[in-house]
């Protein structure tokens, strides 16, 4: 059994078909199939049921599965350790959506100016589909607004923020304060679930015993911008994405007068991950660049 035998295994498992998985190896699928039987052989178990034209995990193969990621991940962190010494070093890490879209250039030009050396390779994505990328050493480690109690992640918490409810001028006129169980009955306009600030709003309104019932979820805060400018509803955001329309006049803020919305952002990374020192200088910057009100 050799490291090619996982890495086709680990294939197989991903495309859940032995010719996708043959094409994305580009060999052919016999060669595919016979490597398979001889882990089946190795490890004297059954991997595979093959079923209308597909293949699904055993018991067995779910449990190398997660063997087989470690091992493949490790290699490559191997790799990218020992290379590191002899080349400019190189550093993956992940950002929520809304640092994303308020400071992750100013984030890469400190780090550019600071560690010119090392290749940073930065990716946005929501809380949720972050922490997959860790789990599956996607990323080296990530900002994130939300943290998923587990045994696998170390996590250091970095700043935070208020979320601010607003909505166009011209929306509930007259009106400039709402409690929580007035604001859940409104027209909102809300982030995805699975997103920090999501989680964030229905935390808050959940402590009042109110839920929320959004008439748009969107990934993109833009569009959720764009439906409060038009008079759809209410919008809450991190203040940071709305203060720009706030001094504008296109937005204005409501008061929440029996609580608030807080969000919090921690740097998390894997248990296991080992970090070059590239990997640490890049988050002595973050810190420094992200210094602000503690959670």
């Known amino acids: 059994m050799t490291l090619r035998h996982l890495e086709i295994f680990s294939a197989v498992c991903a495309q859940e078909s032995f010719t996708r998985a043959a094409e994305q190896l580009n060999m052919a699928q016999p ?33 190398l599965r997660q063997y087989a990621d470690t091992v493949l991940s490790q290699f490559q962190e191997s790799v990218e350790v020992l290379r590191e010494s002899g080349a400019q070093g190189a550093c993956r890490f992940g950002v929520h959506v809304t640092l994303g879209e308020t400071r992750l250039a100013g984030i890469l030009a400190h780090l550019a100016e600071a560690l010119p050396e090392i290749t940073v390779r930065a990716s946005i994505h929501n809380s949720r589909e972050t922490e997959r990328m860790i789990l599956q050493n996607e990323l080296d480690f990530a900002v994130v607004d939300n943290v998923t109690v587990s045994p696998h992640y170390l996590v250091e918490p970095l700043c935070g923020e208020e979320l601010a409810a607003v909505c166009a001028p011209g929306y509930l006129e007259g009106k400039n304060s709402l409690t929580l169980a007035e604001l859940a009955e409104e027209r909102l306009l809300l982030r995805e679930r699975g997103s920090g600030t999501r989680n964030s709003v229905d935390a808050g309104l959940q402590g009042a015993g109110a839920t929320a019932q959004p008439v748009v979820e969107s990934v993109s805060t833009a569009a959720l911008l764009a439906c409060a400018r038009a008079g759809f509803g209410i919008t809450l955001l991190p203040r940071s994405l709305v203060v720009a329309d706030l001094e504008r006049g296109d937005l204005r803020e409501l008061a929440v007068e029996d609580g608030g919305f807080h969000r919090s952002y921690f740097l998390v990374r894997h248990r296991s991950k080992y970090l070059t020192d590239g990997m640490k200088r890049v988050i002595r910057v973050l810190r420094e660049h992200l210094g602000g009100e503690q959670p």
């Open 31 to 63: 060669a595919v199939s016979l490597a398979i039987r001889e882990l089946e052989v190795f490890y004297n178990v059954r991997l595979f049921e093959r079923m209308n034209r597909r293949v699904y995990l055993t018991e067995a193969g779910r449990t």
